[in-house]
């Protein structure tokens, strides 16, 4: 990066005014705004490269998402079915997510149990689904596991009985609606949910399906899922404390084996975010991108985002792990795919962000940060003048991209 983006990088986070005694950025809405909210159902506050889902209520959350993606005022913007699942296994939640790929691009919504939740029955009377026939004799919801039964709606069910058998079904259904199997699997441990949420933006992108380990080994029903494929690509995230090297050499019984991510839930997710093997991985290593964000102590919440990874945005699920602290790593990677221009911003490339919080959660000084981060600045591309100073270190190229390349994937150790 050039001496001149860094530049324009302090100008714009001295403007952005992040510190608790500044003003907050943000009005509260009155009564009207309010109300035209809770019609709409969409999200609330924004910056000019980020939108928040004001909400730590992953019902909520999802329900918004769901309705700001469909949001039906064009054929192309109905949804055609969504997948209902119970809130309170995030691991079924974690692997509904695949149903939001193509053919089916059924977004999830949460069940309380057996009780549909107010907002997912408005949600679900907002989208009003068109029927899927890739989902099967024009379902409009996919049940997955044990959930409610909404009622006047045509219905198809996804059986199982634990987060292992609910994934094993996703898996089966998709590949059914799609005719055929994947060849690439995303391994997460059942055990760590603050290292597996990354996965869920990937699979609703590619509907890649996600299979679940522990740290004692494959539960029978896992080692089922994997049996159904040939030989597939099978990409363990997270680090060897949460999924063992014990674990991932027994994997190797099933497919080739490959670990991606880092040691702590903020590195794994930018591991993930960076990592490409062939057509596999986001490869964001270059301005021009959507991110979504969301907390590390809230999981489930931060899922509730990954639609917006299949449409939209397209983009990887980043986390933060503090409520008004930028982690070191995740500055470092914004500034390095930061977009530039050198004469017409117009011109350029964008980078932009969809937020799930409350202002508690994640407050507005932070949501400054990263608005500042993703916005476009421009680039001196002047070589630098001759001094007799110390020659400063080599900076990061005008594009955003890394100075040096991704290294390669490994096998796992």
């Known amino acids: 990066m050039t001496y001149g983006v860094v530049a324009a990088l302090c100008a714009t986070l001295a403007l952005a005014g992040c510190g608790d005694d500044e003003p907050s950025p943000f009005q509260a809405p009155g009564?009207?705004?309010?109300?035209a909210v809770a019609d709409l159902?969409?999200?609330?506050?924004?910056?000019?490269?980020?939108?928040?889902?004001?909400?730590?209520?992953?019902?909520?959350?999802?329900?918004?998402?769901?309705?700001?993606?469909?949001?039906?005022?064009?054929?192309?913007?109905?949804?055609?079915?969504?997948?209902?699942?119970?809130?309170?296994?995030?691991?079924?939640?974690?692997?509904?997510?695949?149903?939001?790929?193509?053919?089916?691009?059924?977004?999830?919504?949460?069940?309380?149990?057996?009780?549909?939740p107010e907002a997912s029955e408005d949600a679900l009377e907002a989208l009003a689904p068109t029927g899927s026939d890739a989902a099967g004799g024009r379902a409009q919801v996919i049940r997955v596991g044990a959930t409610a039964r909404p009622d006047g709606l045509r219905a198809t069910n996804v059986d199982g009985t634990d987060p292992y058998a609910v994934a094993l079904g996703v898996d089966r259904f998709a590949a059914a609606a799609r005719k055929r199997q994947s060849n690439r699997i995303l391994v997460v441990s059942a055990d760590a949910p603050e290292y597996a949420a990354p996965a869920a933006a990937w699979a609703a992108k590619t509907g890649d399906p996600i299979a679940f380990v522990t740290k004692a080994g494959i539960p029978p029903v896992t080692a089922r899922q994997l049996r159904d494929h040939?030989?597939?690509?099978?990409?363990?995230?997270?680090?060897?404390?949460?999924?063992?090297?014990?674990?991932?050499?027994?994997?190797?019984?099933?497919?080739?084996?490959r670990r991606v991510g880092g040691q702590d839930p903020v590195t794994?997710?930018?591991?993930?975010?960076?990592?490409?093997?062939?057509?596999?991985?986001?490869?964001?290593?270059?301005?021009?991108?959507?991110?979504?964000?969301?907390?590390?102590?809230?999981?489930?919440?931060?899922?509730?985002?990954?639609?917006?990874?299949?449409?939209?945005?397209?983009g990887p699920l980043l986390l933060l792990p503090d409520a008004d602290a930028l982690p070191a790593p995740v500055q470092e990677f914004l500034l390095d795919v930061r977009p530039g221009y050198q004469s017409d911003p117009s011109k350029g490339v964008y980078n932009r962000a969809w937020i799930v919080g409350d202002p508690e959660a994640i407050t507005p000084g932070l949501q400054s940060k990263l608005d500042a981060l993703l916005e476009i600045v421009p680039v001196d591309t002047r070589p630098p003048a001759t001094s007799t100073r110390a020659t400063p270190p080599p900076a990061r190229t005008t594009t955003g991209t890394t100075s040096a390349p991704t290294p390669p994937p490994s096998r796992d150790r």
């Open 31 to 35: 009564e009207a705004e309010e109300a």
């Open 41 to 116: 159902g969409l999200p609330v506050l924004a910056t000019r490269n980020t939108t928040r889902v004001s909400t730590n209520d992953p019902v909520q959350a999802a329900a918004s998402v769901a309705r700001a993606i469909y949001s039906g005022g064009a054929a192309e913007t109905k949804a055609r079915a969504v997948a209902l699942v119970d809130r309170r296994d995030w691991r079924s939640v974690l692997a509904a997510t695949a149903l939001m790929a193509p053919p089916l691009g059924a977004p999830v919504l949460l069940s309380d149990g057996d009780d549909l």
């Open 230 to 257: 040939q030989d597939p690509a099978l990409y363990v995230l997270g680090p060897s404390k949460v999924v063992p090297p014990a674990v991932s050499k027994a994997l190797r019984r099933y497919g080739k084996v």
């Open 268 to 314: 794994n997710a930018i591991a993930f975010a960076r990592f490409r093997n062939g057509s596999f991985g986001w490869d964001i290593n270059q301005p021009g991108h959507g991110f979504t964000f969301g907390r590390t102590t809230d999981p489930l919440t931060a899922i509730t985002l990954a639609p917006l990874s299949a449409t939209g945005l397209h």
